[in-house]
């Protein structure tokens, strides 16, 4: 049984439709990253997912409880893109608050402020926390009830680029300990190696919903190689194998995945000329791009 399964999910406002037969699910253990254009319907999805919207048409379960049933609420975490706690409370007695709302020991709440990197500041109000500091509180939080399934909008907003490594590491050990993680970002470049599977919603629809090495197959666009030359041999590789001169000793060339061996097969040829290769395949980011406007080019 999947964590969170979704099943055919319509949502209307009035004749707009915002969301049209989306079917998705997460398993335990998995970690899929959610992404969408502001208005994609991301955020629709995911307040039906916590009981926070009625659907239309559809049915969406947590562990088999219906979502927003007070079981299904009792095994999800959920860290909203804007987290607001009370500036007058400090970051401890927010979290200690939490926890005997969650009927867990608060000692687990202070080992988790040290564990999000929070323990030099728990004693302070959260008034003056910065809100990179605040979505760590509120990560703290999500971790704090060992959910079954943690839903993130945009969780490392605000965060410094060593936080961000280390928020991953807790959403990793979270996956570890089994639970179905849906993550919604548009930081796309940190996503690329901290998920498992990736779910594209363009205008309501889900236009895409797979590994990022399956994503890369379907789309099939152009991998770029860059070849650094060992020598001044560069002109005389660029007669060989085209492609574009850039800074001096290197070359950049464009090819399409199936020709990708035959290429570096060449290159390989060439011998001590060459000094180093990059093989860089297409983008999340690229790979977003091609999926959101695939459906509209089709037309």
Do not use: W
């Not at 809100?131 to 990560?139: E, H, T």
């Not at 860059?226 to 194998?241: P, T, V």
């Amino acid at each position: 049984m999947p964590a969170l399964k979704i099943d055919h999910i319509v949502k209307r406002h009035g004749t707009l439709e915002t969301l049209s037969d989306v079917s998705l699910s997460v398993e335990a253990g998995e970690r899929v990253a959610l992404l969408g254009h502001n208005g994609a319907g991301k955020t629709t999805l995911i307040k039906i997912v916590l009981g926070l919207m009625p659907k239309t048409a559809g049915e969406i379960e947590v562990l088999g409880h219906p979502a927003g049933s007070a079981a299904a609420r009792k095994i999800t975490g959920y860290l909203p893109e804007s987290v607001a706690f009370h500036g007058a409370l400090t970051g401890r007695e927010q979290l200690h608050h939490f926890a005997r709302l969650k009927s867990t020991p608060t000692k687990i709440a202070d080992d988790l402020l040290e564990r999000v990197g929070l323990a030099h500041a728990a004693d302070r109000k959260i008034r003056t926390y910065s809100k990179g500091m605040r979505q760590r509180i509120g990560l703290a939080q999500v971790v704090l009830g060992q959910p079954k399934l943690a839903i993130l909008d945009e969780p490392t907003s605000g965060l410094d680029p060593v936080s961000r490594h280390e928020f991953y590491d807790i959403v990793e050990e979270l996956a570890d300990q089994g639970a179905a993680v849906l993550l919604s970002s548009h930081a796309l470049t940190e996503l690329e190696l901290r998920t498992d599977r990736i779910a594209i919603l363009s205008k309501g629809q889900l236009v895409a919903n797979d590994s990022l090495q399956q994503l890369r197959a379907k789309a099939s666009l152009p991998i770029k190689i860059k070849i650094s030359a060992a020598r001044d041999d560069i002109d005389g590789m660029k007669e060989k194998l085209g492609g574009q001169r850039v800074n001096g000793q290197s070359l950049e060339l464009v090819c399409a995945p199936d020709k990708k061996m035959r290429l570096l097969s060449t290159i390989t040829g060439l011998g001590p000329a060459v000094k180093d290769v990059d093989v860089t395949p297409a983008s999340l980011e690229e790979l977003y791009r091609y999926f959101s406007t695939a459906k509209e080019s089709a037309k």
